[in-house]
């Protein structure tokens, strides 16, 4: 069965749409009108292997928090429906991922339980027209919107670029980690028979 999923969500603010598929090759197609954010949706797509679309139109004449929070919630929720009742996934998956002189750990549970540990040190206000702070809204939204226990923590780094990247693709790679079958599960990888 095809793990893929189709989420528009539209508001005031922003008008998203979002095509994903959990079992891809890292194709991407993203324009969000932030060109940063597009660069790191591509990595989030290229280092996770999941074929990504995503189309935003948001308020950027205010600025781009609209835009980034709301596509961390439709990303979040395209998430959750492609992998349906989560069975058979291996439901964990952790990444510590080098780039320069960053290091940077994600962590995550499928466990259908919503909560973002998150510690980054972001001193520049701005990388390109992202707005650093932005980073733990985008990851708080995907967070609790998706149903999973994230953490990420900056174990080194100074540089913005390098910190936020790094953030991206560890959250990439384990995502794709948590989210693959095991041939060895059956059902859902719970004791209370449910990820909800």
Known sequence: MSRTSQVNRKTSETDISITLDIDGTGISEVDTGIGFFDHMLNSFAKHGLFNLRVKVTGDLHIDSHHTIEDTGIALGTAVREALGDKESIRRYGSCILPMDETLMLCSLDLSGRPYLGYEASLLAPAVGDF??????????????????????????????????????????????????????????????????
């Open 131 to 196: 707005d650093t702070e932005m980073l733990k809204e985008f990851f708080y939204a995907v967070t609790y919107s998706a149903g999973m226990n994230l953490h990420i923590r900056q174990l080194s780094g100074e540089n913005c670029h390098h910190i936020i990247e790094a953030a991206f693709k560890s959250f990439a790679r384990a995502l794709d980690d948590a989210t693959r079958k095991d041939d060895r599960i059956t059902g859902i990888p719970s004791t209370k028979g449910i990820l909800l």
